[in-house]
């Protein structure tokens, strides 16, 4: 069945560092891929979003790459802040029905400052 | 405009117990979800709701049910509560058309 993975489940990195997480997904024919951050206690919150018809997209301190050939896309965080620390998923839409989101398993992230 | 809005916010059942999660919306969107969130294993969708009057299941639908009561309203039904049900529970909206799925601030259910 349709399946995203997810890597690594942890992340520690330094203020000021960059973070990058990454995203394998099945499906080829997925076509969009949101990146939600949810902080302790707190609902998931989408950060950002790219669809298969761009390779890349920014937004300030925040990148997604999409490689649709290797079925891979990546989240990178620049000059990383402790207000980041929070676990990171990625998705992918399936293609088995309407705007239904396969979801990674988190990325646990923790910015020391 | 609250968005998302989940009840209740905690719940203890016994085995074989029955409650519903209520959820509601009021950003007018068309598609409705639930889904499960367990220690490692990220979200998964439970049901969902692509238009007022229409539920489809998700991947892990066995052991409940749902009512989409209106174009706000999407209930979630646990008829026999088990232990594996224990789980944090979120509803989320969205635009047809539109990807962004919005959550509720979730339901955190304990089967004992």
């Known amino acids: 069945g349709e399946n995203v993975e997810q890597h690594p489940s942890t992340l520690s990195v330094q203020e000021g560092d960059s973070a990058v997480i990454k995203c394998t997904y099945s499906?080829?024919?997925?076509?969009?891929f949101p990146w939600y951050k949810q902080e302790l206690g707190k609902r998931p919150q989408l950060i950002i979003d790219i669809r298969s018809n761009v390779g890349e997209k920014k937004d300030q301190r925040i990148a997604v790459t999409l490689n649709k050939t290797a079925k891979h896309f990546s989240l990178h965080i620049t000059e990383t802040q402790p207000e980041d620390s929070a676990v990171y998923f990625c998705?992918?839409?399936?293609?088995?029905?309407?705007?239904?989101?396969?979801f990674g398993a988190g990325t646990r992230l923790a910015v020391h400052p | 405009n609250a968005g998302v809005t989940q009840t209740p916010k905690f719940q203890v059942l016994k085995t074989g117990q029955s409650m519903t999660l209520q959820c509601a919306q009021d950003?007018?969107?068309?598609?409705m979800y639930w889904y499960r969130q367990d220690p490692g294993m990220g979200l998964r969708l439970i049901y969902y709701s692509a238009s007022e009057g229409t539920t489809d299941k998700g991947e892990v639908p066995n052991g409940y049910n749902v009512s989409r009561l209106n174009k706000r309203e999407f209930s979630l039904r646990l008829e026999s509560a088990a232990p594996s049900q224990t789980s944090v529970y979120f509803c989320?909206?969205?635009?047809?058309?539109?990807?962004?799925?919005?959550f509720g601030p979730g339901t955190r259910l304990t089967v004992l």
């Open positions: 950003m007018n969107h068309n598609s």
């Open positions: 998705a992918a839409r399936g293609s088995g029905g309407y705007n239904k989101l396969i």
């Open positions: 989320a909206s969205s635009e047809s058309g539109n990807n962004e799925q919005f």
């Open positions: 499906d080829s024919a997925s076509n969009y």
